[in-house]
T-cell receptor, first 113, second 110 residues
Framework: KAGVTQTPRYLIKTRGQQVTLSCSPI?????VSWYQQTPGQGLQFLFE???????NKGNFPGRFSGRQFSNSRSEMNVSTLELGDSALYLC????????????FGPGTRLLVL | QKEVEQNSGPLSVPEGAIASLNCTYS??????FFWYRQYSGKSPELIMS????GDKEDGRFTAQLNKASQYVSLLIRDSQPSDSATYLC??????????FGPGTSLSVIP
């Protein structure tokens, strides 16, 4: 099976812009979670989607949003980018919403200038 | 108190030795525990998951869970230079979020 794919892999934006990141889970997986990883804060949970519904959300401002499509692909959007949003954004998929094992994609590295 | 804490590291061990990585968590209702390995510039990959008290072995890796003490550990036997990476402890909490610890950097010296 193909693994989790994320596009784009690298992105440079300026403050105030918005960005959309995409994640395609492993075929058959219905749950997609998003994480932000920075050197200072580590890996932080953003949100989780299952069957097009947001099941859980981390402690991030409303500028961070996401959605999941009927084919389980997911997108996350960050509006009004700030310098502090520079990070590696990781998507992870799992078979079911309450399934335990998550498989991570390669990530999208976002740099905000 | 942070929800998931790990040895501050970095941890250095000689090749062939046992590396011991520790993790504590605050949510007593947590039921699922994971160890991920992350090489520099790469995404995390799952090493082991553990759900019940006691030990779980997989090759050179042994995960140990003690729910009463809210403690989970990972032992790596016969450490190899290729084991040099950051090890992340993750806990699926009772409120159904997966919380990662800050990670412990392991360096295996040839």
């Amino acid at each position: 099976k193909a693994g989790v794919t994320q596009t784009p892999r690298y992105l440079i934006k300026t403050r105030g812009q918005q960005v959309t990141l995409s994640c395609s889970p492993i075929s058959g997986h219905r749950s997609v979670s998003w994480y932000q990883q920075t050197p200072g804060q580590g890996l932080q949970f953003l949100f989780e989607y299952f069957s097009e519904t947001q099941r859980n959300k981390g402690n991030f401002p409303g500028r961070f949003s996401g959605r999941q499509f009927s084919n389980s692909r997911s997108e996350m959007n960050v509006s009004t980018l700030e310098l502090g949003d520079s990070a590696l954004y990781l998507c992870a998929s799992s078979l079911l919403a309450v399934a335990e094992t998550q498989y991570f994609g390669p990530g999208t590295r976002l740099l905000v200038l | 108190q942070k929800e998931v804490e790990q040895n501050s590291g970095p941890l250095s061990v000689p090749e062939g030795a046992i590396a011991s990585l520790n993790c504590t968590y605050s949510d007593r209702g947590s039921q699922s525990f994971f160890w991920y390995r992350q090489y520099s510039g790469k995404s995390p990959e799952l090493i082991m998951s553990i759900y019940s008290n006691g030990d779980k072995e997989d090759g050179r890796f042994t995960a140990q869970l003690n729910k009463a003490s809210q403690y989970v550990s990972l032992l790596i036997r016969d450490s190899q230079p290729s084991d040099s990476a950051t090890y992340l402890c993750a806990v699926r909490t009772s409120y159904d979020k997966v919380i990662f610890g800050p990670g412990t950097s392991l360096s295996v010296i040839p």
